[in-house]
């Protein structure tokens, strides 16, 4: 364990204080591994964000066990100075041991503004730097210097030709490195220094994942060019004739060996498309027939087989951080999409065996991961959002930090990261113009629209809305109250729902019509109707969303709201699965809901009636979920339906089901 994690955790002493106030203004309690480490001692953490929402669950579901003699240890963490806990209520502040943690004391010799902006999860990295590199007393710059230097391997100083820098910033955004716009911004003033790179669209290439890879698409056809001539010194053709839209060099040292050896996988799980060549059967050979595009039936296995071996060797382990499992989801929707395009059938056939064992592989890391991790996500501080709930606080932060901005946040219910990547690809053929941002977050467990979406509108846990937990009715009315909460005035509040057929259209041009419209959500139910539907399986879901993309709703739908001077956010409540049926309860009127991933009960009593006649069902515990909300999960990929029947369906914790896309979405003037 890292020593800034023990100088934090050997606080946390068992049967020392049933309750303990923890002072943390940068939020290190609130780290995977902290909160991991003080859940395995018996704590249980509850932030004082909200008032009202705080004395509900410290009175509801602690000091209700309190009294009951239950020995349940409660740290309430408040997100301030130390001499602010004085400000939580009286009662909690007389009867708590106190504490305070802070970026500073575990880490002196830094700049405090540069630390806090780091994100928690590189802590790791930067205390093994420093027992490595001592430091004295560092300011801004040589703490953002330090930082680059030791924690994410970016040297500026050093960076003296384009391999360098490519090979740097491919690293970077392939690793999706999370960097403060502080060592950005520094990075960028020393590498400016370099009249290398003068040329270089460094301001967008930088900061900007996609924009990145859409620098590298379209120089990649010159470099093939260059490789039919090798005779060529350099590029002699005008720019325009490439129609490039970012400046810089036009020939970039794909070929060079720090970079290479990041293009197979860079190809291979999507981040850039194989172009259409002249004369392809040319370079068949060569490495770079990964980026070309071969219509042979044995190219098409040759790539879904190095897609299989690329995901095999990154399935993230129980102790891997968040963000790792996102980056995860993104891949294996790739090869899911790959997978279910048409005409694949016959060379998934010869690899089904390899991909059923890469299946139980994910499905078994991703579930010892959740049971380990899953409890300590709702926590997080939301940007970048991590769950669903957390969406509209950075949706709230984004008008706060810009008041101009207008907030189209449009939901497609039932959209899984896979069948996302299936409607991107229908949207880019479609935009030419399009830029899309994309990253993964957490759906609520269990992953049904009830319970998730409501979560995603309201902006709270699902404890807080236990009233409505079994509807989707107040919807309207907690993404009003929202922001309501956040200083908006109802009447720039904008909220519609059923929509996703042309004919639903209209309502959204008379909703984005409205002159005093600020932020609006937009729930798209069609992918949910085809899936409640699906009798084809996978397959017959991607070609079915595919088809759905291609009838041009969401297309038009991005248009206007762009055209309007939207910010475009796209998100899912949960996503899908296939699943093989396991035999269906016979529990009468026991289960408040009966899905088919999941049955929940209003009691831990009954739901146990129903596990010891599947005791491969999962109990899953009640986190962040209402007291008498008791969930029962169907296992790996199957349902609680009749025997080896398939389904396509929702509620179980499956990867596609719980880490669904969140993508910002623009449209390049």
């Known amino acids: 364990m890292a020593g800034w994690r023990e100088k934090i955790l050997q606080h946390f002493t068992p049967q020392l204080s049933k309750l303990t106030l923890a002072a943390d203004p940068d939020g290190v309690l609130l780290e995977e ?3 991991a480490g003080i859940r395995a001692k018996g704590f249980e953490l509850l932030p004082f964000d909200d008032h009202i929402a705080f ?12 009294d009951r003699g239950d020995s349940t240890e409660l740290v309430v963490v408040l997100r301030s100075q130390s001499h602010e806990l004085s400000h939580l209520p009286f009662d909690i502040f007389q009867a708590g041991r106190k504490l305070s943690f802070c970026l500073t004391d575990l880490f002196p010799h830094l700049s405090y503004p540069i630390l806090r902006s780091l994100d928690l999860s590189y802590l790791d990295a930067l205390d093994g730097a420093l027992e490595k590199h001592p430091q004295p007393n560092l300011g801004d710059k040589a703490s953002c210097d330090f930082i680059l230097r030791h924690v994410f391997y970016m040297a500026p100083e050093i960076i003296n030709n384009p391999s360098e820098l490519l090979h740097i910033l491919v690293r970077k955004h392939y690793q999706r490195l999370i960097i403060p716009g502080c060592l950005e911004d520094r990075f960028l003033e020393v590498l400016s220094l370099n009249k290398t790179f003068k040329d270089w669209p460094l301001e967008q290439i930088v900061p900007k994942r996609e924009l990145f890879f859409s620098f590298l698409q379209e120089r990649w056809p010159i470099y093939l060019e260059r490789l039919m001539a090798p005779d060529a010194k350099e590029i002699k053709m005008p720019l325009e004739k490439y129609g490039l839209e970012f400046s810089g060099p036009a020939d970039l040292p794909f070929g060079h060996d720090d970079i290479r050896v990041y293009m197979d996988n860079l190809f291979l799980e999507g981040m850039l498309k194989p172009v259409v060549f002249s004369m392809p059967e040319k370079l068949a050979q ?9 219509n042979e039936k044995t190219w098409e296995k040759d790539h879904l087989k190095k897609l299989i071996r690329s ?16 980056s995860f989801a993104l891949k294996w929707a790739n090869l899911e999409t790959v997978s279910n395009a048409s005409g694949k059938a016959d060379i998934l056939d010869d690899l089904s065996e390899q991909c059923g064992a890469l299946r139980e592989t994910v499905d078994k890391a991703f579930l010892q991961w959740l049971f380990c991790r899953y409890a300590g996500l709702y926590n997080q501080p939301p ?18 930090n810009a008041p101009e901005k207008k907030i189209a946040f449009i939901l497609v219910d039932g959209l899984s990261m896979g069948q996302w990547f299936t409607l991107r690809n229908v949207l880019q053929s479609q935009i030419g113009s399009i830029r899309i941002a994309e990253n993964g977050v957490f759906a609520w467990v269990p992953t049904i629209t009830s319970v998730s979406r409501q979560a995603a509108f309201s902006g709270k846990i699902p404890m807080y809305f236990g009233s409505s937990i079994n509807t989707t009715d107040k919807e309207p009315k907690l993404w009003e109250q929202f922001w ?17 057929t042309n004919e639903s259209f209209k309502m959204v041009e008379e909703l984005i019509d409205r002159p005093s419209l600020k932020v609006v959500a937009l729930v798209i139910s069609t992918v949910d109707k085809i899936m409640h539907g699906m009798q084809l399986g996978a397959a017959g879901m991607h070609s079915q969303v595919r088809q759905w993309g291609e009838e041009g709703f969401l297309e038009r739908l991005i248009c206007l709201l762009a055209a309007n001077k939207f910010d475009i956010f796209l998100s899912s409540d949960h996503g899908n699965v296939e699943a093989t049926g396991f035999g269906s309860p016979k529990e009468g009127a026991l289960a408040a809901t009966k899905g088919e991933r999941v049955r929940i009960y209003s009691d831990d009593i009954l739901r146990a009636l129903v596990f010891d006649q599947y005791p491969e069902s999962i109990k899953w515990p009640q986190t962040g979920l209402p007291e008498n909300y008791f969930p029962l999960l169907a296992p790996d990929r199957r349902a609680f339906i009749a025997e080896n029947k398939r389904t396509v369906t929702h509620g179980g914790i499956s990867i596609e089901e719980v880490i669904v896309p969140f993508v910002q979405i623009s449209i390049k003037s």
């Open 55 to 66: 004395r509900y669950a410290y009175e509801s579901k602690y000091r209700a066990k309190w």
């Open 33 to 35: 591994g902290i909160l």
């Open 484 to 500: 309501l909460d956040n200083g908006m005035r109802a009447n720039r509040v904008g909220f519609l729902k059923n929509l996703g």
């Open 311 to 326: 995901i095999e060797s990154s399935v993230p382990e129980e102790r891997s951080f968040y963000h790792e499992w996102i």
């Open 383 to 400: 940007n970048p959002p991590v769950m669903l709930h957390h969406i509209p606080g950075f949706l709230a932060n984004q008008v706060n």
């Open 286 to 294: 060569k490495w770079v027939s990964v980026g070309i595009v071969f």
